[in-house]
T-cell receptor, first 113, second 110 residues
Framework: DAGVTQSPTHLIKTRGQQVTLRCSPKSGHDTVSWYQQALGQGPQFIFQYYEEEERQRGNFPDRFSGHQFPNYSSELNVNALLLGDSALYLC????????????FGPGTRLTVL | RKEVEQDPGPFNVPEGATVAFNCTYSNSASQSFFWYRQDCRKEPKLLMSVYSSGNEDGRFTAQLNRASQYISLLIRDSKLSDSATYLCVVTLGGSYIPTFGRGTSLIVHP
């Protein structure tokens, strides 16, 4: 049973560029949440997708956008990258539109130079 | 005041010791509480949910104190493999937005 997978594992970009991160949820899960984790901090909720729609959003600017596909996989897009966007981006999946009992993927480590 | 606060530590304890962490939350409407474990440069993994009646899983005990708005995690007979960062998570009732604390670092030494 495949767990949550994310790609790529590492990414280096420069300021102003755009990036797309990808996530496949655990089998049987239909809800995907994205988090940003800066060094030494806990994960911060970006948004959650359920039934291909953004269900909830944390305190992140519009530069952060996402999408969920019919197979429940999801993408996180970040435009106009800033140095402060350097972080570990975690995807978590759960079932039935809940954030209880979330399973996290290994994350994508984004470095913005 | 931050929504969820944890002492970052590190807590440095010998094998076999008992250690406890607290996590305070500011919103009295919070309804769901969890502890996650995160190893260095890895993803968080759910350790246990925290119920009003408290719950125990082997050497781990979690408690909720709604009156004082904190949750706790007690680890008995610490093992070297317990070394990790422990994150508490709080979710408001009716919200799907979980708020993580910054985590408490535990180092168990021989």
């Amino acid at each position: 049973d495949a767990g949550v997978t994310q790609s790529p594992t590492h990414l280096i970009k420069t300021r102003g560029q755009q990036v797309t991160l990808r996530c496949s949820p655990k089998s049987g899960h239909d809800t995907v949440s994205w988090y940003q984790q800066a060094l030494g901090q806990g994960p911060q909720f970006i948004f959650q997708y359920y039934e291909e729609e953004e269900r909830q959003r944390g305190n992140f600017p519009d530069r952060f956008s996402g999408h969920q596909f019919p197979n429940y996989s999801s993408e996180l897009n970040v435009n106009a990258l800033l140095l402060g966007d350097s972080a570990l981006y975690l995807c978590a999946s759960s079932s039935s539109g809940s954030t209880d009992t979330q399973y996290f993927g290994p994350g994508t480590r984004l470095t913005v130079l | 005041r931050k929504e969820v606060e944890q002492d970052p530590g590190p807590f440095n304890v010998p094998e076999g010791a008992t250690v406890a962490f607290n996590c305070t939350y500011s919103n009295s409407a919070s309804q769901s509480f969890f502890w996650y474990r995160q190893d260095c440069r890895k993803e968080p993994k759910l350790l246990m949910s925290v119920y009003s009646s408290g719950n125990e899983d082997g050497r781990f005990t979690a408690q909720l104190n709604r009156a004082s708005q904190y949750i706790s995690l007690l680890i008995r007979d610490s093992k070297l493999s317990d070394s990790a960062t422990y994150l508490c998570v709080v979710t408001l009732g009716g919200s799907y937005i979980p708020t993580f604390g910054r985590g408490t670092s535990l180092i168990v030494h021989p």
